[in-house]
């Protein structure tokens, strides 16, 4: 039901007292290796809630490229579309200070291996999907080569991050085009941009997608169309760790969008998603049950 195109990482997690500037070294606690990227991300945090669901990736033949794969299994993502080979699985280096600051050094890898040719080759993987989910840590051509093997009827959600221009045919395809405030003014452009979210939703409806949704933390989303604006409010909760809410949000939304939810209806549930996954450490890890949504 639902195929994510997107990117595959292992996070390698190391506690230090102080980041280390050039020249320097210092020391840190025990490394931590956590399944990350945000294509992985999506479709762990959709399985885990109970979508049919199916993730086109790469990641290298070695150890991170095993853990990532087996990820998606224990969450119940069907890893046919997952592609082995190529160059080193993706890595992101991070190191986080007491205060919760931290560097990160990305390695694509396999990531930016994720060829044009590739998605075409999965093309009946991509035209049997009600719901196509992509962002964009894998290159921008193969996001906008799946796109044109979409099945008729079936709906494209884009979480374009890392922000970047984006081309017509992409933009026109999104319903709904998915991004948070920096997202949002690095799209626009900084002069358009100004403060207010329904400007933001306003402006970038004009760019061509037929939906937006814009995220908003713990204020929760604005989603717009043709129709007009609607605020969706967030839930209350104590955030402990916002990585990967924004992907368990856009995943949750493309699933019930695909069940046949009206988007506003979808961005609701997927609040309530967002708002269990901050509550929690961790990205993957984070992600809810469906059950464990229904108590929110
Ligand atoms: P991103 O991670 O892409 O910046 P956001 O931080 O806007 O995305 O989070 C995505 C969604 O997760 C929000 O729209 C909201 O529904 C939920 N969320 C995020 N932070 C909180 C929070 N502190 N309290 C409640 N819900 C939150």
Redesign the pocket.
């Known amino acids: 039901d639902l195929l994510v195109v997107g990117s595959a990482n292992a996070d390698l997690v190391i506690g230090v007292q102080r980041r280390p500037a050039a020249g320097e070294t210092v020391l840190g606690s025990d490394l931590a290796t956590h399944p990350g990227g945000k294509g992985a991300n999506q479709a762990v945090a959709a399985a885990r809630l109970g979508a049919r669901t199916a993730l086109l990736a790469r990641v290298g033949d070695d150890a991170h490229g095993r853990l990532l794969l087996e990820a998606q299994r224990a969450a119940g993502v069907d890893p046919a579309g997952v592609l082995v080979g190529g160059a080193p699985t993706g890595v992101a280096l991070i190191t986080v200070d007491p205060s919760g600051d931290n560097s990160i050094v990305v390695s694509p890898g396999a990531n930016g291996r994720l060829t044009p040719e590739d998605a075409r080759a999965a093309a009946g993987l991509i035209g049997s999907a009600r719901v196509v989910s992509a962002q964009l840590e894998v290159p921008l051509e193969t996001v906008v080569e799946a796109v044109r093997h979409l099945a008729e009827g079936s709906r494209f959600v884009l ?1 374009p ?1 890392p922000p970047r221009e984006l081309p017509q045919e992409l933009l026109a395809a999104c319903d709904p085009l998915i991004v ?1 405030e ?2 949002a003014k690095v799209i626009l452009g900084g002069d358009e941009a100004g403060d207010d979210p329904e400007d933001w939703a306003r402006a970038l409806l004009a760019r061509g997608p037929r939906s937006v949704v814009v ?4 204020e ?2 604005l989603v717009a169309s043709a129709d007009g604006a609607v605020r ?1 409010p ?4 104590d ?1 402990v760790d ?1 990585t ?6 856009t995943a949750a939304l493309a699933w019930r969008l695909g069940a046949g939810a009206s988007l506003a209806e979808a961005a609701a549930y ?2 309530r998603v ?2 269990v ?2 509550t929690r450490r961790g990205a993957q890890e984070s992600y809810p049950t469906a059950d464990e949504v229904e108590a929110v």
Not at 234 to 237: C, F, I, L, N
């Open positions: 979480n991050s948070n920096h997202e995220t908003l933390g713990a929760g989303a969706v967030s839930v209350k909760v955030a916002t990967g809410a924004g992907d368990a949000f997927a609040a967002g708002a996954a901050v």
